[in-house]
């Protein structure tokens, strides 16, 4: 059964034989921790050949219930395993303790977390939440979803913490008790696995510490429309959005709180959406007690995330392509994502879209309005060219498809290289934008997206660079 509350120290103790449904950083990650400790460690996964037998008395193939489960006394699960798996169902009816990652790694952190969840911006609102801490916090940490397991840190010396928490880990999670959260927003992703977005919402909502009031939660009100019950009206319960004590305005950039006004304009990441995600990183920085010119000094110097809205540098390309602006935002994993990067971009803005991947259960239908707005044209590969092909093809705007991304970039390079010619003489010196934001899982042709991320890159260098 899932426990409904952090365990303590004293009752890990007592449990001596742990199962790791699920290997991978995170499953790898708090077998390590228990290792250290002394604990007896099986695997259950799916995949064997790149198991770590130096951390496991015993690997298993997870088809196997039964067999995993005998003697375990506790099972510790990876935030991709189902909930209805049938190790998870078995342990259930055997009512063996299941624990999140998550949830291993706050029996043992003794500092402060901040935690920020939402369907798009996490990991950029992570760290950026981070680095703006780092001036009052140089011993500052951050983890979770956005790739460092808790479990690798959790028993350092930290004064405080951001954890970018998905839906999956806080699904499997009981209250983490944190010092202030953040659901930066919620469209429709992961329906695969939670069904409803009000499933979906409930998910979110787990972050969140409303009984303590000196917790601060910080949310989109758009969250709200997917929530069985209304908005709580709690002093600490703030909402950040038009109209609300916390909003960003633009022209000039500049972000509002309900004590201070912060000066934006310098802060290198474009787009409304940014701001956003900035407003929220001020917010849970003042509500750990930053002061605003300790905030401000770090605005500046933030760089952004690999694969997320990431130029590729000119200086690794021909000089005949110096109209031409290369965007790498592999990590764009949804058409939510993909819809909040464009967001700048209008009809006169030369722009080529290339999408991809494996589509979520999310409508098409917001997209195509964009895409008639912009009339630019667009590049789809792998399996994403199956799943929307019909729906693209009755828009009647120019669009190709490719099984592959070397086979696409090819393309590319013969249309741009049309543009460049045709454009010689024109006064206007227009820069064209070539934007990879897939909008869909990478798992058809890669690993991850940081592969994919890399291989366009790569593939980029290969066909434009001198």
């Not at 199962?19 to 790898?28: A, E």
């Not at 953040?182 to 329906?191: E, F, M, T, V, W």
């Not at 900035?278 to 401000?296: D, N, P, Q, R, T």
Request: glycine share 6%.
């Amino acid at each position: 059964m899932f426990s409904d509350s952090i365990p303590s120290p004293s009752d890990l103790q007592n449990l001596h034989s742990f199962l790791i449904l699920g290997g991978g950083s995170s499953g790898d990650s708090a077998a390590k921790l228990l290792h250290s400790l002394g604990k007896k460690l099986s695997l259950a996964d799916r995949n064997l050949e790149n198991a770590n037998r130096d951390l496991y008395t015993n690997v298993l193939s997870d088809n196997v219930p039964h067999e995993s489960l005998d003697g375990i006394d506790c099972l510790i699960k990876s935030p991709g395993i189902l909930p209805n798996h049938p190790i998870i169902e078995l342990a259930k009816k055997k009512q063996i303790p299941i624990l999140s990652e998550i949830c291993l790694g706050r029996i043992f952190f003794k500092g402060k977390i901040i935690g920020i969840t939402g369907t798009d911006g996490k990991s950029t609102t992570t760290a950026l939440t981070y680095h703006l801490l780092q001036k009052k916090f140089p011993n500052a940490r951050m983890g979770g979803n956005i790739g460092v397991p808790f479990t690798s840190f959790c028993r350092e010396d930290i004064e405080i913490v951001v954890l970018e928490l998905s839906s999956y880990q806080l699904e499997d999670t009981p209250n983490l008790k944190l010092t202030a959260s953040a659901i930066l927003n919620l469209a429709s992703d992961h329906l695969e696995r939670h069904k409803t977005m009000e499933n979906y919402a409930l998910a979110k909502w787990k972050i969140q510490n409303l009984e303590d009031n000196q917790h601060n939660c910080f949310v989109n009100p758009n969250f709200f429309t997917y929530t069985p019950f209304p908005k709580p009206n709690l002093d600490h319960l703030h909402l950040i959005g038009e109209g609300n004590s916390y909003f960003v305005s633009q022209n000039p950039n500049r972000i509002h709180t309900k004590s201070n006004l912060y000066d934006a304009e310098k802060f290198p990441l474009k787009g409304k959406h940014n701001l956003m995600n900035l407003c929220f990183a001020i917010a849970l920085c003042e509500s750990v007690g930053m002061k605003k010119e300790e905030i401000e000094s770090q605005l500046e110097t933030f760089q952004g995330l690999p694969h997320r809205f990431q130029s590729i540098p000119n200086e690794s390309l021909n000089p005949k392509y110096n109209q031409i602006r290369f965007i790498n935002d592999s990590k764009s994993t949804n058409l939510h994502s993909m819809l909040s990067g464009i967001s700048g971009f209008q009809k006169e803005n030369p722009l080529y879209l290339v999408l991809g991947g494996i589509p979520k259960v999310e409508p098409l239908e917001p997209f195509l309005r964009r895409w008639k707005e912009l009339e630019c044209p667009l590049y789809v590969f792998g399996k994403a060219k199956e799943v929307w092909k019909e729906e693209l093809n009755q828009v009647g705007l120019p669009v190709y498809y490719f099984e592959d991304l070397p086979s696409l970039l090819e393309r590319v390079k013969l249309d741009t290289i049309l543009w460049t010619k045709v454009r010689e003489n024109d006064p206007k010196n227009e820069t064209l934008t070539v934007i990879f934001s897939p909008a869909g899982a990478s798992f058809d042709l890669y690993k991850n997206f940081e592969e994919r991320g890399n291989h366009f890159v790569q593939l980029v260098q290969t066909n434009f660079g001198s």
